[in-house]
Nanobody
Framework: QVQLVESGGGSVQAGGSLRLSCEASGFDTSGACMGWFRQAPGKEREVVAVIDAGGSTDYADSVKGRFTISKDNALNTLYLQMDNLKLEDTAIYHC?????????????????????WGQGTQVTVSS
């Protein structure tokens, strides 16, 4: 049974930093495309960043230069370092996994390309 469990969310002032973690069980992150998505109230779920089995990354334009996705295959854990947080980063952040080597093969499918999802962790940025 695959489980993805996020942690690290919380409340922070604009300009601050948070580090999200996603621990996977029943799933080998070393051969997978992993990603972070977020959903703000009243908005659709959107991709934040993805990383494939080879370590290639891709980011939404809105977070480039501020967020960094990484993973530790030995710990089966995905991370999202979020710096210089803005009010518009407020959302529930979900990690997701797809049993494919390259994220490029599922890029066109967006969120529907990912088979496994965590419950999410709330990130709130205030002024």
């Amino acid at each position: 049974q695959v489980q993805l469990v996020e942690s690290g969310g919380g409340s922070v002032q604009a300009g601050g930093s948070l580090r999200l973690s996603c621990e996977a069980s029943g799933f080998d992150t070393s051969g997978a495309c992993m990603g972070w998505f977020r959903q703000a109230p009243g908005k659709e779920r959107e991709v934040v960043a993805v990383i494939d089995a080879g370590g290639s990354t891709d980011y939404a334009d809105s977070v480039k230069g501020r967020f960094t996705i990484s993973k530790d295959n030995a710990l089966n854990t995905l991370y999202l370092q979020m710096d210089n947080l803005k009010l518009e980063d407020t959302a529930i952040y979900h990690c997701a996994a797809a049993a494919v080597w390259s994220c490029a093969v599922i890029r066109a499918r967006g969120a529907s390309g990912f088979s496994f999802w965590g419950q999410g962790t709330q990130v709130t940025v205030s002024s």
